[in-house]
C-alpha cells in the first residue's frame, strides 16, 4: 500500500483558502497527481485543504471523501499567566531541547506545558482517525506494527496540514512527535509519500520514501514557499517571516 501525504498550497489564513502563489502551486501538483494511478482521495475539511484537493480532483473528475479528524491539529496548551490558548507544537528550541519527556514518544504528553491543554487527546483523535482509515484497506494496528490478511496494492491520497500531518507520521512511524514537528518542515503543496514494508507474511510496517517532495515546483520554476519555517538569520528580514 501507498500513502500520499499532501500539505495544502501556500495559505492566505485570513480567508482559509490559498494565496495567488498557492493556487499555481496547486496546479502544477496536480500536473503530478493526475498522472499517478491514486485509488481513493481524502481531504481535510479546512478550505485551503479542499482547495488544494479542487484542482487534482477536477482534472481527474473525481471526488474525495472529508475526513473531520484530517484538520489542522488543534491541541494548544494553556499560558499560565494569562490563560490564553496558544498551538502546542511550536515551542522555542530553548525550551523544548531542555525537556527530555518531550524527546519520548511516549513521555511528551507528560511535558507540563503540554499537560495544561488537549494536544494528547487530540493526538490519539487523529491515530484513531488515521487507523480506522486503514482498517478499511485492510489493516489492523496491534502494538507498533499493523496486520494484514492481505497486503493492498492501493494508493490513497490525503490532502491537509503540516502539524496533523507530523503527527500521523509520528503514529506511524513510532517517533516522537515534538522531534518531528520541529525536526522537519513540509512545504506548502509538498508530497510525503510512505510505503507499507512486509517482511514476515502477514505483518506490515509503513517506511517512508520521501518528506515533503516538491519536485512539481522545481520542473515548473515555481520557487519554494516558506510559510511554516522561520527567519534563517535572527533579525534579518530574509523573506521567511517571523512566525509559520
Known amino acids: 500500500m501507498k500513502l500520499l501525504i499532501v500539505r495544502h498550497g501556500e495559505p492566505d489564513y485570513t480567508v482559509d ?52 479528524w484530517l484538520q489542522e491539529f488543534r491541541g494548544r496548551v494553556i499560558d499560565p499567566k494569562t490563560g490564553g490558548r496558544y498551538i502546542a ?10 525537556c527530555p ?14 499537560a495544561t491543554g488537549d494536544s494528547g487527546a487530540i493526538f490519539d483523535e487523529t491515530a484513531a482517525g488515521l487507523d480506522a482509515l486503514l482498517a478499511d484497506y485492510g489493516y489492523r494496528r496491534e502494538g507498533d506494527i499493523y496486520r494484514t490478511e492481505a497486503n493492498s496494492d492501493k494508493t490513497i491520497c490525503l490532502f491537509c496540514h503540516f502539524g496533523i500531518s507530523m503527527a500521523m507520521l509520528s503514529h ?7 522531534l518531528l514537528v520541529h525536526g522537519f518542515i513540509m512545504a506548502p503543496s509538498s508530497v510525503t509519500t510512505l510505503v507499507t514494508e512486509e517482511r514476515l507474511s502477514g ?12 519536485s512539481h515546483l522545481y520542473v515548473a520554476d515555481e520557487p519554494i514557499s516558506h510559510h511554516g519555517r522561520f527567519r534563517e538569520h535572527y533579525g534579518v528580514d530574509d523573506g521567511l517571516g517571523a512566525n509559520p
Open 203 to 214: 505483518e506490515v510496517w509503513f517506511r517512508c520514501t520521501a518528506m515533503g517532495d516538491t
Open 89 to 98: 507544537w511550536d515551542f522555542m528550541p530553548q525550551y523544548w531541547t531542555r
Open 101 to 114: 519527556e518531550l524527546w519520548d514518544r511516549r513521555a511528551w504528553r507528560d511535558n507540563a506545558l503540554v
Open 172 to 178: 506511524l512511524l513510532c517517533i516522537p512527535f515534538y
Open 17 to 68: 483558502s490559498l494565496t495567488e502563489k498557492g493556487r499555481r502551486e496547486v496546479e502544477l501538483l496536480a500536473d503530478r497527481l493526475s498522472k499517478l494511478p491514486i485509488d481513493d482521495f481524502y481531504v481535510s475539511p479546512l478550505g485551503r485543504a479542499q482547495a488544494t484537493a479542487e484542482a487534482t480532483l477536477r482534472r481527474l473528475g473525481r471526488e474525495a471523501r472529508t475526513l473531520d
